[in-house]
């Protein structure tokens, strides 16, 4: 009975796993097409910053691949997982510790504001600040707004599952107001009716790193989270240098971009195909911009 029950759960486990996956659509807007810059009436801007922690993350088993699928394969997967994540748990309470009272939603809505600085043809109406990036949460936010659409940025940050590097992600998506014609409500943020929609990533990692995660995770929660602070802060101020380069992008630079030409390599975790090389860091292009930079 115990064993069938442990079975169970590993089952409900690897469905809830796999239900937490976003969908990739093939048609998400990732060029913002001139005719689709300015909009009548402007755009409200919603800052989203779910997490009120850093996140752990960890490199996903794939005994199912090796075995050649099969549900043993994907309850050992699920188990591997699992244990994974309660160690990558262990190992972050220090770091997490260490930035109590480090206002990260600050360094998201300053992120936000550089990016727009420039951005003259945005017509950005009014700014807000919020948790709830669900559908419901959204489209809340795109039934309260007085403008046609709404530009929301939405952040994310963790570490590496090697604890080798702070990684800060936003994903901007432009929503319209107006519901699809025969569609419902939350169609509206839906990868196929979004306007437009991006994810830029900034990687930020710590020099000479050990192979020991917790050795690294040490580091980071050193001197009240010194380095931790720091990465951050140049994470979240990166994803601000990459928007109006985002923005601007158009379909000739995506094939420039992604171009046999450009070398494929791996940088941060990320493979992608290099873009620019300087000491300020390495920026990759990934279907997204993904910029690594190490702490000097």
Not at 50 to 79: C, F, H, M, R
Not at 99 to 113: E, P, R, S, Y
Not at 272 to 277: A, I, L, M, P
Request: aromatic share 6%; proline share 4%.
């Amino acid at each position: 009975m115990k064993i069938l029950l442990y079975v169970c759960g590993l089952v409900a486990a690897l469905v809830s796993s796999f239900a937490a996956v976003p969908a990739m659509a093939g048609d998400h807007k990732t060029v913002l097409h001139q005719e689709a810059r300015t909009v009548e009436g402007g755009r409200t801007v919603q800052v989203l910053v779910a997490q009120a922690e850093i996140k752990s993350d960890i490199n996903p088993s794939n005994v199912v691949v090796a075995t050649g699928g099969g549900l043993l394969g994907a309850l050992i997967d699920a188990k591997i997982n699992s244990d994974r994540a309660k160690k990558a748990e262990l190992l972050i309470q220090p770091v997490r510790v260490a930035l109590t009272g480090f206002d990260v939603d600050a360094l998201a809505v300053n992120a936000t504001k550089t990016g727009l600085t420039d951005a003259g043809w945005f017509g950005a109406q009014t700014s807000a600040f919020g948790r709830d990036n669900s559908v419901l949460g959204k489209c809340s936010v795109l039934d309260a707004s007085a403008a046609p659409q709404v530009a929301f940025f939405e952040y994310a940050y963790d570490l590496s599952p090697d604890f080798s590097s702070v990684r800060v992600s936003v994903t901007m998506s432009f929503a319209a107001k107006a519901i699809p014609a025969g569609k419902k409500s939350e169609a509206r943020v839906a990868p196929k009716f979004v306007i437009y929609s991006q994810t830029l990533v900034s990687v930020v990692s710590l020099p000479n790193p050990s192979k020991d995660a917790a050795g690294n995770a040490a580091r980071w929660s050193a001197d009240n989270g010194k380095l931790a602070r720091q990465a951050l802060e140049m994470g979240f101020a990166e994803t601000g240098v990459l928007m109006p380069r985002a923005f601007a992008m158009t379909e000739d630079d995506l094939k420039v971009m992604s171009g046999r030409d450009r070398k494929n390599t791996m940088a941060g975790g990320y493979m992608g195909r290099v873009q620019e090389e300087s000491p300020s860091g390495t920026l990759l292009y990934t279907g997204g911009l993904v910029h690594v930079q190490t702490l000097s």
